[in-house]
């Protein structure tokens, strides 16, 4: 059974930090090329960032440019995303999803279709 779990949100003030953390069991980490999506209440889930399969590449949405950074550890099967800088505008169920398809070079290119392993979301909200 795979398993795909993510941790780490919470409530935090504009300007804060959190680090969030999705596991993956049951398959082999290394396999799939893992991106981190959100949601906000009232608006479509879109791509936050995305990391090639080895950690060689990574993207970002324009709005967290700069302040977010994606990580893996595949001997940890773990996903990262280091959030610096948060604003209220961040706040939304964060989700990492994994697919053994292409894995695009920029999140624009993010096609949710190929995603076929969702967690369940941790929740990050930020506060004025």
């Known amino acids: 059974q795979v398993q795909v779990v993510e941790s780490g949100g919470g409530l935090v003030q504009a300007g804060g930090s959190l680090r969030l953390s999705c596991t993956a069991s049951?398959?082999?980490?290394?396999?799939?090329?893992i991106s981190w999506f959100r949601q906000a209440p009232g608006k479509e889930r879109e791509g936050v960032s995305l990391?090639?399969?080895?950690?060689?590449?990574?993207d970002y949405t324009d709005s967290v440019k700069g302040r977010f950074t994606i990580s893996r550890d595949n001997a940890k099967n773990t996903l990262y995303l280091q959030m610096s800088s948060l604003k209220l505008e961040d706040t939304a169920m964060y989700y990492c999803?994994?697919?053994?398809?292409?894995?695009?070079?920029?999140?624009?290119?993010?096609?949710?279709?190929?995603?076929?392993?969702w967690g369940q979301g941790t929740q990050v909200t930020v506060s004025s």
């Open positions: 999803a994994a697919t053994r398809g292409p894995c695009p070079s920029t999140v624009q290119a993010l096609d949710s279709t190929q995603y076929i392993y």
């Open positions: 049951g398959l082999t980490f290394v396999d799939y090329c």
């Open positions: 990391i090639s399969r080895v950690g060689t590449s990574t």
